[in-house]
């Protein structure tokens, strides 16, 4: 089964940017959905945001809206998420997300729509 690896991880400066990426093996002819998760210290794992693989269309959290920005590059097999105006509040573990299927659930952020799963990469603020 295709493997999901994020890498990219590290810390940031308050106001600082940071771009996350995602390797997703048969991105092109495989996916149709991916998207970023995130788990905060003490939260629940959240969506961030999804990007549908055929056409490009993005959506997004109400916390990153204008901040952050996902994006894929089908050559590459990857997926990206950009960071930038980063918040305390945003550090956390990311984590890369993809299905198979096609569903306005999984643009819109529903965790339960995603069979694949990286094992995430931990972005931190900094002094």
């Known amino acids: 089964q295709a493997q999901l690896v994020e890498s990219g991880g590290g810390s940031v400066r308050p106001g600082g940017s940071l771009k996350l990426s995602c390797l997703a093996p048969?991105?092109?002819?495989?996916?149709?959905?991916m998207a970023w998760f995130r788990q905060r210290p003490g939260k629940e794992r959240e969506w961030v945001a999804s990007?549908?693989?055929?056409?490009?269309?993005?959506y997004y959290a109400d916390p990153v809206k204008r901040r952050f920005i996902v994006s894929r590059d089908l050559a590459e097999n990857s997926v990206f998420l950009q960071m930038n105006d980063f918040l305390p509040a945003d550090s956390g573990v990311y984590y890369c997300?993809?299905?198979?299927?096609?569903?306005?659930?999984?643009?819109?952020?529903?965790?339960?729509?995603?069979?694949?799963w990286g094992q995430g990469t931990r972005v931190s603020v900094s002094s």
């Open positions: 990007i549908k693989v055929d056409d490009g269309s993005t």
């Open positions: 048969g991105l092109r002819d495989a996916m149709r959905v």
């Open positions: 997300a993809g299905t198979r299927f096609f569903t306005h659930e999984a643009l819109l952020g529903d965790a339960r729509q995603f069979g694949l």
